[in-house]
């Protein structure tokens, strides 16, 4: 079992920053990968960005640039800083690991960008 638990979601103006903090209860090197998914009022869940163990990461195109995703080992957490924010970044964000073929999800944290 991996548990994972996020947190500094908020509240933000458009163009502000926001960094998302995803804690696994595992070591992350016992992980395949990691990731932030999110999802928006009536919108499917979408990827956002994801990590390897070997450090290799992908983003999806409408946040390239202006997200970066992050892990530090020790702290067996992953962190995904968010920059020049849109209204349209609003949603609820999952951290996502993956291990053995399991998916494990986080309970969520809430993003809100005004305009």
């Known amino acids: 079992q991996v548990q994972l638990v996020e947190s500094g979601g908020g509240l933000v103006q458009a163009g502000g920053s926001l960094r998302l903090s995803c804690a696994a209860s595992?070591?992350?090197?016992?992980?395949?990968?990691m990731g932030w998914y999110r999802q928006a009022p009536g919108k499917q869940r979408e990827l956002v960005a994801t990590?390897?163990?070997?450090?290799?990461?992908n983003y999806a195109d409408s946040v390239k640039g202006r997200f970066t995703i992050s892990s530090d080992i020790a702290k067996k957490t992953i962190y995904l800083q968010m920059n020049s924010l849109k209204p349209e970044d609003t949603a609820v964000y999952y951290c996502?690991?993956?291990?053995?073929?399991?998916?494990?999800w986080g309970q969520g944290t809430q993003v809100t960008v005004s305009s």
């Open positions: 595992v070591s992350i090197f016992s992980i395949n990968a």
């Open positions: 990590i390897t163990i070997g450090g290799n990461t």
């Open positions: 996502n690991a993956k291990r053995s073929l399991m998916d494990y």
